[in-house]
């Protein structure tokens, strides 16, 4: 069946934090705003999620959700098909999504006061999630080569004090859509290894990959890593259900998984029926969806790209992975004050503001493409207008 990701959806009234954030964070409304923020795409799920609910709806009984068992299995399922990445169903803990997954992993191998490494730019709820636990999130910049990062391994070493216990990494990269290298992620491993730092490595837009571009599975790439890492998974991303808050947590330690399972327990959470429903369904039956969502973005990123691209000192990043794309304004001549009212009060344009990214992301932004393309020629026809 040929998805139509052009359909109109009137999601004006949908409570929608896309929608909702646009007057709490930028002081616009829909009516003169096109948002391009929050990392949700506008398109309906795949058919078989809706349909999935549906059932459960029309059963009308929704009580505390029971095994994960079956669950279990489609993640598994997943993680071979798309990934070819074998998995054990023991290593798998259900989370309500990954940035709780995470919350729950920093209380349980760090203390306050611990530090905790980042990337920067890097995506801004980390930044969030670390403070909020009393951590010290510290930040390694990425370096620029060419239209994308790398890891500065050198800058890493210097930095080091010996409070770190955690290391972020976002794979693939948001904002910048990186898939990053085997070597890097090899190089990463080895580091930690050394240094006894935990890797939490979220892996949540690894699905996301432009049709002629492959993830690099941490796992994989980096063969022992499993001894000192977490991975974090999620259908939620992908499949555009991210209001069903479900993840999976990937240990293979089987120390680290107790340690982690305990502090689960602490917090008292059992499974979401709906969050595990939708992604079971979207786990088993949503490949085909995901093959034509890519193809359908694809479209989108080489429009918004190539038209940015011919903007006067305005960088864009190559864009491997994930829908978000990473500009860079900072050839400008103007402030970031100047930036951010060009962007929001002139074009009437909301992407994400650099700043919630890192130190030196200021005068960037990261625009949401998974739009229809109607939306996405309006925005480029908006901003040419405003920076050309
Ligand atoms: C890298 C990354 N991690 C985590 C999340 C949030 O995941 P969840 O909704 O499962 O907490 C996002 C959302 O955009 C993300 O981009």
New binding site residues.
């Given amino acids: 069946m040929i998805v139509n990701f052009d359909k109109y959806i009137d999601n004006r009234h949908a409570n929608l934090s896309k929608f909702e954030g646009l007057k709490s964070l930028y002081g616009a409304s829909q009516d003169n705003c096109i948002s391009m923020w929050v ?1 949700d795409m506008d398109f309906n799920p795949p058919q078989a999620v809706i349909t999935a609910l549906q059932k459960e709806v029309s059963h009308g009984v929704f009580g505390y959700y029971g095994t994960n068992k079956s669950f279990l299995n489609s993640v598994k399922m997943w993680m071979k098909s798309r990934h070819d990445w074998d998995i054990s169903e023991e290593w798998c803990s259900v989370v309500h ?4 997954g995470i919350g729950m992993g920093l209380r349980a191998f760090s203390e306050p006061g611990d530090e905790i490494l980042l990337f920067s730019p890097i ?1 801004y ?1 980390f930044f969030n999630t670390i403070k909020n636990n009393g951590r010290v999130p510290k930040e390694i910049p990425l370096k620029k080569v060419k239209d994308q990062y790398e890891v500065d391994f050198n800058e890493l070493e210097k930095r080091l004090s010996g409070k770190e216990k955690i290391i972020i990494f ?1 794979s693939p990269h ?1 904002p910048g859509g990186k898939i990053w290298s085997k070597e890097t992620l090899v190089t990463l491993a080895e580091f930690s290894k050394e240094n006894n730092i935990l890797i939490f490595m ?1 892996e ?2 690894h699905d996301l990959t432009y049709p002629d571009k492959a993830h690099t599975t941490f796992l994989k790439a980096a063969p022992g890593a499993e001894e000192i890492s977490l991975i974090f998974t ?1 259908a ?2 992908t499949f555009n259900i ?1 209001g069903c ?1 479900t ?1 999976t947590t990937i240990i293979p330690n089987p120390k680290l998984r107790s340690k982690y399972d305990q502090e689960h327990a602490a917090i008292g959470k059992t499974p979401n029926r709906f969050g595990m429903i939708m992604t079971e369904a979207a786990y088993r039956k949503g490949a085909e969806w995901l093959h034509q969502l890519m193809h359908y973005l694809e479209n989108n990123k080489n429009i918004f790209t190539t038209s940015l691209r011919s903007l006067n000192n305005v960088k864009v990043f190559d864009l491997e992975s994930t829908y978000l794309v990473w500009v860079d304004f900072s050839n400008l001549k103007i402030t970031q004050a100047e930036m951010e009212n060009m962007l929001i009060k002139e074009a009437g344009v909301a992407p994400s503001l650099g700043t919630g990214f890192g130190k030196n992301s200021g005068k960037f932004a990261r625009f949401n493409i998974a739009c229809r393309t109607e939306i996405l020629d309006l925005a480029i026809g908006r901003l040419t207008k405003t920076f050309l």
């Fill in positions: 990392a999504g990954v940035n709780t995506y709820s976002c948001n979220d949540i837009h999620a939620t991303k991210a808050h993840g």
